[in-house]
């Protein structure tokens, strides 16, 4: 029995720590909790407020200490992991708490919590509401962002999700996906242009922006999904409905929270009975609600909303007694009873957004499978398939392999010559931008066939014909063995790549000759390129590495782009 | 001196010249001497007081400090920023909270504003401690960053050692069907062509039948040299590929001496200069170098032991510091030094024990990261070493199968098929008769210089 219980309460501890978000500080975060920073300073910061002056104060006072979190804001944002999230949620609480504290004296008001509990109750609240309100951000804005990701994944892994049945809520969707499939098979029938293919492109775009978006379209009301019945009142009580509250995860992960916060201002005897007693109330108000209330095809709604109101009507006055008589009791009745709604309501919050969580979270797995469904096997696949092919010169092939190749041989060629030159070469800050870039790119590298700088820019020509013509002229000696070949086709590619991509170059003219030992280079074209001597990016690292002279410069209405290697640049 | 300030500015002036969570380990400290400080000036003001006044300081610290990283600072994750910038941001933030305190001291509870003191201390403390953690950890994190470098550059480099071992492979097959397709069938002509010859009628085909069985053998050599590739191994993972990070060493491996002496001797000095003078200083250095020998035999011991052991002793090390510091301050007035105001002993074994931990974590993640990153740089090596031979084989072996298919040694060997044939006509034909001696010895010749040839293929192979 013993056993069985605490599998539940690990059970329910993982599956709410499975639905915390890689983001907790977030502005929108951080603007939604001002309200419940401020009336948590104005009710918990003053006894009574003597005169309306003090009340502003307070006011201003609690606009200071939530300013105070920005900071961290800007930290953490850029900053995934729960770890660091949960850390720097924390800091933020204890931040604002120490805020209050130096600040009351400096504005002559006097706080009615000690230094030590004005921290800790900062840190405890503020880490409640950023959960909270992170995981209703991540439900309500970035849900949208990984449907596209799953599509994407599915085209680019051919994810296979077989035998899954839709689920029933999922209706409408379905028929957008399904018209969108007809749509993408009519137009691969046919010989498919660049155009319509960016057009079927341009449907699954919109396909997720206006039907994928919970929240906030009107069309989603009408659905079957719990997020469109927008309207918070009527969207719990469906969360209700469809998941039992996991009461015994919520007690375990906020029990540390409740009892520092609770030894602060009450004292260490006095927070283990009344957390005992409400634990113990806790498991009488669950276990009757689980015997009495029985589960109707599937439906939680009143076994989870009795336990809501034994909790705060049955639960809340017992502990409220219990505290009122304790022996030596330093608090008001007024001050006892403001502690024991604002918990009551916390909890109650508390439960039905884990439990909306959960099924947001079931909601959203389901669509997902929903949509792995409707993509059948390969279609998109092949749909992305024949438009590479039918479009070879386009910029899409090249964008998805030559390009992403070249920077992974850019990378490999700048790795080999830190680690030749033993990390001397280039301060570590290069070496993570190198280990940066080569994290993004997701697919996997493949060594170019061609070695020789008149092969790869025979390639290079090819892959980007149609959208820019490329001549060369380069003399014999360049494509000599002894040469630095990788370097040298490497940095001609950049210059070139450069040109097409960021100066919208249609013509370019690679010139290359060889003297005293040195090789000269020389890319003219038509385009209006910046002059990347000043970026700070791959390519800038690439030609400070490998090139002993660069220049870019405006020649009339031609970008000029010269570079020098030495025959002995490097033996890569 | 030079080197080792170079190895400074390398590590302190890049991405870890501020970094905002590694520095609040030295908080705890910080604020503790800072707290002692405010009760050293106004007795009698209660505890919440000097907390107040200490927090007040530390948060406008904070905010200076976060604000100088992301304006003075911003680039230092592209690139090195000036000594200069970073000297001036580490010691500015010192500055600013004690201003920050005496501001609040005198602001909310009338008290004087001590700016000597308020001022000086913290920016000693934190400027020099924001230097510490920028070397420290710049040091860390530049053989982590290398290490990954050295792992992810051994993933590109092993993929391309995949493709040319595939190559290879491919090449030396055609080398080998090359020879047994078209040399060995043309020695075989050869050598069938010279046992219809009386071998005792002229010692030149002697001679002859002697080559080609040379030759013969020569080709079964090349073959086997052929099929011969030096065992190239397969991938091959780091050992460990688990990331390291700060929370990984949260129970040090090590014990550290060095870093622990550097940051007792500094507490020393930033707790009791304004306690103590200068009396105190040197107390609390000699306390130092009291805790540096001690710390000098227990790690050693550490390092002889095992690890099931190793944890036990680590322990217990801990505990021998404590007692050890302990002991120390509890000695200092019975062997000569006459502080004003002497720390509790076992306030100040606390204080230690903090710094001789945080100094231990630093070590270890220097001892495991280098560890690591030679590790890397060794296997990135090898790889490297493979693609050499790889490619350099490659070059032979495409050599090796253009003079098989198409280069003089087919024909040599058929230039002396050709003579054999001639031999034939001749005792046919008085016309070749007259030419017997020369077509046998050129015949010869032929035959030498293919297996000179294929005797040098063969020692190019084997190289």
Known sequence: MLSVRSNLVIKEIRLILDSLPDIWTSW??????????????????????????EFLTWVLIATLSHLAMAPFILYGQARNGVGIQIFLVLLMGITRGAVIAILAPIFGVVDSMSFLFRVTNSAVAVFYWFQ?????????????????KLIEESILTETQLRNIEPDVSSKMLLTRISELQQNIVRTLEGKPTVEKLQLRAAD???????????????EWREGELIWVRAGFGRMSLTTLKRHPIPLWGIVALTLPFSLVGQFARYGGLETLVIQSLWILLAVVAWLTTNKFIRVVDGNFQRR??????????FIGPLTFYAQLFWPNNQFTLGNILTGQVLSSISFALFCLITSLTFSLRADEKSVFRAISEQIRERDLQRYIDLGVKSNAEAEYAQYLHAEVQSQLLACKLLLLKAAEEDFKLFPPEVTQQILDRLEKIKEPYTRPPARLPSQRLAELANSWRGLA???????????????????????IEESVVNAIRHGKAKKIEVKGNFVNGIFNFEISDDGVSDLVSGGKGLGTILFQTFASDWTVKRVGNQTIATFKVMKKVSPV | MKRAFERFKDAATGRWAVALPIYLITVPFGAIVAIERESAFNKG????????????????????????????????????????????????????????????????????????????????YTGSALALIAFYFGSIERRRIEDEALRRLDGLLSIERGELVATDALVRSQAHAALDGQLRPQ????????????????????ALVKRSEEISSALDRQADLILQSRVIRGEEKASDSKPITYLSNIFPNNLSVRISVVVIAFGAITGQLPRNGLAGVIAGTCGALFMGILLLGLSRIVKRMHQTGRVTFLVFSYVVVFLGQALWTYLIPKIGFTLNDPYPPFYSAIKTLYGVYIASIISTLIIETSTRREKSKELSERTLGDLTYLAREQEILEHHLFTTRFGTLQGKISGAIMALRLLDSAAKSSEFAQKREFLLSEAEKLLNDALIEIQELGALSAK
């Open chain 1, 28 to 53: 929108k975060s951080f603007f939604w909790t001002y309200p419940f920073s401020l009336i948590g300073v104005l009710l918990l910061s003053s006894v009574e407020y003597k005169t309306f002056e």
């Open chain 1, 132 to 148: 909270v309100g992170s995981i209703l951000i991540h439900f309500m804005f970035n849900f949208r962002k990984d449907v596209k």
């Open chain 1, 204 to 218: 699954i775009d919109r396909l997720i922006k206006e039907h994928l978006r919970p929240l906030s379209h009107s």
């Open chain 1, 304 to 313: 989870n909303i009795l336990l809501i109101f034994s909790t705060i009507f």
């Open chain 1, 469 to 491: 013509e490329i001549e060369y002229e380069l003399a014999p000696e360049i494509d000599d063995v002894a040469a630095p070949l990788d370097v040298i086709s490497q940095l």
């Open chain 2, 45 to 124: 003001f209660p505890l919440s007081h000097h907390v107040l006044i200490t927090t007040a300081g530390y948060l406008a610290s904070f905010l200076y400090l976060f604000t100088m990283q992301a304006t003075v600072l911003k680039n230092r994750r592209i690139q090195p920023q000036a000594l200069w910038k970073c000297i001036f941001v580490w010691y500015s933030t010192g500055s600013v909270q004690g201003l920050a305190s005496g501001f609040y001291a005198h602001q909310t509870y009338g008290d004087g504003w001590h700016l000597a003191v308020r001022v000086g201390m913290p920016t000693f």
């Open chain 2, 187 to 206: 020695i075989e002509k050869l050598q069938l062509l010279l046992a219809d010859e009386d071998v005792s009628d002229h010692a030149a085909i002697g």
